[in-house]
């Protein structure tokens, strides 16, 4: 069904001021900055993209796509991590003492925080090589929580599961002790084979981990360290991008920033956003509001399918692919030239967001490479819109866990 569409015609004025400042302008920081950085040389492949944020957000992956493009491994399991894997952001995280380092990815749209480790029992790779993995043994302030199991469930009814210790954590310069570290007993085929992620580290807002019986997660543990109760985002195109805690990094921005609320209901970072539109032919704002989810754990974008639809529609030459749900692709040559898409945040001020159009091209199709598939697609068969890096890699993006609210605002770009 599609919901009404309101026009409202303006003129599309350049970034104007926003609205609130940061609450910790000017205060000395208090907290630690995580370097983040792209898995290296793994190909981008955006079938696998699509499928792992349909498979985390959505109604699972149709039966025809998973035969048409092998998401299946050898078992019969659909081999597909809830995390997009070839286009990630990973932080080197210290679990134990003495101190081991593993490769973990950080994701605000889960809150588990579960390892590969020497409970890892490898069936699709054997014999390795593996991402640098969490042994307990090794530490002497590892402590098993007896009867503590966690699982994810895959989307064909099997499971990724483990068993439970708490130990020491460090990130930057703080360390949390006795906290709950997810050792994986088995993981998905594919996952065995990523030798640049050991696992994965949620800051979901309020969702409860998958550990039986509950425990506090991550950010209950982080969150008395920090001065100020914030982590802020800021992902680099093809570069080394910042996870901070504690602290607002101004700096960062090349605007002010707008904070809008988080839905009080919701255990994810879900805001609104009311007014969208694209430089091209027709310079509109299209009011239709909508919820999203800033999710870094996901590669793509999905807009509402009526958004969706008419931006790529205004796209020369653009085309559907039917095998999988008519996901948007386009002539690679034009990936220069797509047009920049724009949030007008709610507020006096109207607050410009710009995503660059290039920034929307994901790369060329496999067996067509003269058409690139769009990073941004449709909502329409997710549960929810999902905003993950192909648009936060444009922005500087603010979690602030005490007023429930997320900070938007544009930065210097450095490879347009
Ligand atoms: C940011 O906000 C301040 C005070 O609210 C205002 O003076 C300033 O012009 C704004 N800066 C930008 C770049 O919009
Ligand atoms: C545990 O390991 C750390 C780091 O190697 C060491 O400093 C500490 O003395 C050890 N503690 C015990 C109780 O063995
Ligand atoms: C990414 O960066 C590397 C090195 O900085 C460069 O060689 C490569 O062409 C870049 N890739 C893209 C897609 O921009």
Request: charged share 25%; proline share 7%.
């Amino acid at each position: 069904m599609r919901p009404p569409i309101i026009v409202f015609i303006s003129l599309l004025v350049g970034l104007t001021a926003a609205l609130v400042p940061p609450r910790l302008h000017g205060k000395s920081t208090s907290g630690f900055s995580l370097p983040v950085s792209k898995t290296q040389g793994s190909k981008r492949d955006f079938v696998r993209d699509w499928a792992a944020a349909r498979q985390k957000w959505g109604k699972g992956i149709p039966d025809d796509v998973l035969s048409t493009f092998s998401l299946l491994d050898d078992d019969g399991i659909v081999d597909v991590q809830p995390l997009g894997s070839d286009d990630i952001y990973i932080a080197d995280i210290q679990v134990g003492n003495p101190p081991q380092t593993l490769k973990i990815a950080i994701d605000t749209g889960s809150a588990d925080m579960w390892v590969q480790s020497s409970d890892t029992d490898y069936r699709a790779n054997i014999e390795g090589p593996w991402a640098p993995q969490y042994k307990p043994d090794a530490s002497n302030t590892s402590r098993r929580v007896d009867d503590a199991e966690w699982s994810v469930k895959y989307m064909d009814g099997t499971h990724a599961n483990g068993i439970v210790y708490l130990d020491t954590v460090r990130m930057g310069g703080i360390e949390l002790t006795d906290t709950a570290v997810q050792s994986a007993q088995i993981v998905a085929a594919r996952f065995e084979r990523e030798t640049e992620l050991s696992g994965i580290m949620g800051f979901a807002k309020s969702l409860p981990s998958n550990i039986e019986p509950p425990t506090p997660s991550l950010l209950d543990k982080l969150r008395p360290h920090l001065d100020a109760p914030v982590f802020s985002v800021d992902l680099r195109r093809n570069a080394t991008g910042t996870f901070d805690f504690g602290h607002v990094d101004t700096s960062r921005a090349s605007d002010n920033i707008t904070w809008l609320d988080a839905n009080p209901a919701s255990p994810h970072w879900d805001v609104t956003f009311d007014l969208t539109a694209w430089d091209g032919s027709r310079h509109v704002w299209w009011a239709h509001s909508f919820e999203a989810t800033i999710d870094t754990g996901t590669t793509l974008m999905f807009l509402p399918a009526s958004l969706a639809g008419m931006y790529w529609f205004e796209v020369p030459d653009m085309r559907v692919d039917p095998r999988l749900s008519n996901a948007f692709t386009f002539p690679c040559r034009l990936a220069e030239g797509l047009p920049d898409l724009m949030f007008k945040l709610p507020g006096e001020e109207g607050h410009v967001l710009t995503i660059p159009g290039p920034y929307l091209n994901y790369g060329p199709v496999d067996d067509d490479p003269e058409y690139c598939w769009g990073g941004m697609q449709s909502a329409e068969d997710l549960e929810v819109t999902i905003f993950g890096d192909v648009m936060l890699k444009a922005l500087f993006v603010v979690f602030d866990l005490e007023n429930n609210r997320v900070g938007f605002a544009n930065k210097d770009l450095d490879d347009e």
